[in-house]
């Protein structure tokens, strides 16, 4: 697959990072390396532009309330048409955490409403009680891409004090077996919309936990039909396994 290039765009890396979310990138650099695929990593910060055309995954990570305060105008406002037609001509998205807030409506943070770049329908609310923390495993059901998709279990650490409540047009990422998810009480974890635009809460990294999922998202964003080559995941699968085993499932 030496013709094929994952171009990857990270929106707002130096303020959209503080749970180890640089992981992600790294794992996917890897990952396509060990294939043969090429990789490229861009940013794009403040007043920057994006080439909708330009990039086959768009990556956020997740920030402090301060944080996504001083990225959401320019995401809910200069970026979002990039945003919307980067999804809408099949580009991929994974959010994480402050970033999978940021892809709904708004963030209400008290009496101020923080706007979201509007691309998937929910809205977050930040609670007065207990953050949601935990190890938490949730089941999926994606999919086919690169021979992989059906059911399978994600596993990472949540940590958030905001409840995101999606609307009657959002499908979950999957639903909670262990852990809190989205609000603690729906049974849902996540957001799955369109060809692969993912936001979800889990963390610690995430992919690393789960490299299977790495390579559906990366296969996704290439269009990948076929099986990926195989590759020695003897180490990659103990780390899922003791994710799972945190979690208790």
Same mark, same amino acid.
Request: aromatic share 4%; net charge negative.
């Given at each position: 697959?030496?013709?094929?290039?994952?171009?990857?765009?990270?929106?707002?890396?130096?303020?959209?990072?503080?749970?180890?979310?640089?992981?992600?990138?790294?794992?996917?650099q890897q990952r396509c390396a060990w294939?043969?695929i090429g990789f490229t990593l861009t940013?794009?910060?403040?007043?920057?532009?994006?080439?909708?055309?330009?990039?086959?995954?768009?990556?956020?990570?997740?920030?402090?309330?301060?944080?996504?305060?001083?990225?959401?105008?320019?995401l809910a406002t200069h970026k979002r048409? $990039?945003?919307?037609?980067?999804?809408? *001509?099949?580009? %991929?998205?994974?959010?994480?955490? @402050? #970033?999978?807030?940021? +892809? /709904?409506?708004?963030?209400?943070?008290?009496?101020?409403?923080?706007?979201?770049?509007?691309?998937?329908?929910?809205?977050?609310?930040?609670?007065?009680?207990?953050?949601?923390?935990?190890?938490?495993?949730?089941?999926?059901?994606?999919?086919? $891409?690169?021979?992989?998709?059906?059911? *399978?279990?994600? %596993?990472?650490?949540?940590?958030? @004090? #905001?409840?995101?409540? +999606? /609307?009657?047009?959002?499908?979950?990422?999957?639903?909670?077996?262990?852990?809190?998810?989205?609000?603690?009480?729906?049974?849902?974890?996540?957001?799955?919309?369109?060809?692969?635009?993912?936001?979800?809460?889990?963390?610690?990294?995430?992919?690393?936990?789960?490299?299977?999922?790495?390579?559906?998202?990366?296969?996704?964003?290439?269009?990948?039909?076929?099986?990926?080559?195989?590759?020695?995941?003897?180490?990659?699968?103990?780390?899922?396994?003791?994710?799972?085993?945190?979690?208790?499932?």
């Amino acid at each position: 697959m030496a013709d094929r290039t994952l171009r990857v765009c990270a929106l707002f890396p130096d303020l959209m990072n503080i749970y180890a979310d640089r992981g992600n990138l790294l794992l996917l650099q890897q990952r396509c390396a060990w294939r043969g695929i090429g990789f490229t990593l861009t940013g794009a910060g403040h007043g920057d532009e994006i080439d909708p055309d330009g990039h086959d995954l768009l990556y956020l990570g997740g920030g402090q309330d301060r944080d996504q305060q001083l990225v959401a105008e320019d995401l809910a406002t200069h970026k979002r048409d $990039a945003v919307h037609a980067h999804a809408a *001509r099949g580009g %991929a998205i994974l959010a994480v955490c @402050g #970033g999978y807030q940021l +892809l /709904g409506r708004s963030y209400e943070l008290g009496e101020e409403e923080i706007p979201g770049v509007g691309l998937v329908d929910l809205h977050t609310v930040r609670h007065d009680g207990e953050r949601l923390i935990g190890n938490v495993a949730i089941e999926v059901d994606l999919p086919p $891409a690169g021979g992989i998709g059906g059911r *399978r279990v994600l %596993a990472g650490f949540e940590n958030h @004090g #905001g409840r995101t409540h +999606l /609307g009657p047009a959002a499908t979950p990422l999957g639903r909670v077996l262990k852990g809190h998810g989205n609000t603690g009480t729906s049974g849902h974890e996540g957001i799955l919309h369109g060809h692969a635009v993912v936001g979800t809460y889990l963390h610690g990294p995430l992919l690393p936990k789960n490299v299977w999922f790495a390579d559906w998202l990366v296969a996704r964003a290439l269009g990948i039909e076929e099986p990926l080559a195989a590759l020695d995941d003897t180490l990659e699968d103990a780390a899922h396994a003791s994710a799972r085993r945190a979690a208790g499932v």
